[in-house]
C-alpha cells in the first residue's frame, strides 16, 4: 500500500522560506515520478513542481520556477520542497503525489498525501 505522508507547512511571512517534505512508502519508487500540486481556496489544483524518481531531472510550473526546489532523498525515501521567496498567492494546500510517468494533470497521479497547509501573509 503506498503512502504519501507531507509535512512541513506552515504559517510565514512574504519572502520568507519553508521546507515541505514528503515521506513515501509501501513500493519502490524508482521508476517514478514524484510531484508536487497546490489548491488554493476556490481554485483548482495546481501542478507546482516534479522530479523523476531515478534520473532526478525535474519540472517546475512558471509560478515558481527560480523560487521552488523539488529533491529527493533515495535512502529516505523523502521528497523535498524548498520554498523561498514565498508570495501571499502562493498560499494553498500543497500535496505530494505519485505516478508512472511525468505529467502537469493532476489525472496522471495515482497516489495522494493528505495535504499540508502554507499561508503566506502580506
Known amino acids: 500500500q503506498v503512502q504519501l505522508v507531507e509535512s512541513g507547512g506552515g504559517l510565514v511571512q512574504a519572502g520568507g522560506s519553508l521546507r515541505l517534505s514528503c515521506a513515501a512508502s509501501g513500493r519502490t519508487f524508482s521508476g517514478y515520478v514524484m510531484a508536487w500540486f497546490r489548491r488554493a481556496p476556490g481554485k483548482e489544483r495546481e501542478f507546482v513542481a516534479a522530479?523523476?524518481?531515478?534520473?532526478?531531472?525535474?519540472y517546475y510550473a512558471d509560478s515558481v520556477k527560480g523560487r521552488f526546489t523539488i529533491s529527493r532523498d533515495n535512502a529516505k525515501n523523502m521528497v523535498y520542497l524548498q520554498m523561498n521567496s514565498l508570495k501571499p498567492e502562493d498560499t494553498a494546500v500543497y500535496y505530494c503525489?505519485?505516478?508512472?510517468?511525468?505529467?502537469?494533470?493532476?489525472?496522471?497521479?495515482?497516489?495522494w498525501g493528505q495535504g499540508t497547509q502554507v499561508t503566506v501573509s502580506s
Open positions: 522530479i523523476r524518481w531515478s534520473f532526478g531531472d525535474t
Open positions: 503525489a505519485t505516478g508512472d510517468y511525468f505529467s502537469w494533470s493532476h489525472t496522471a497521479y495515482d497516489y
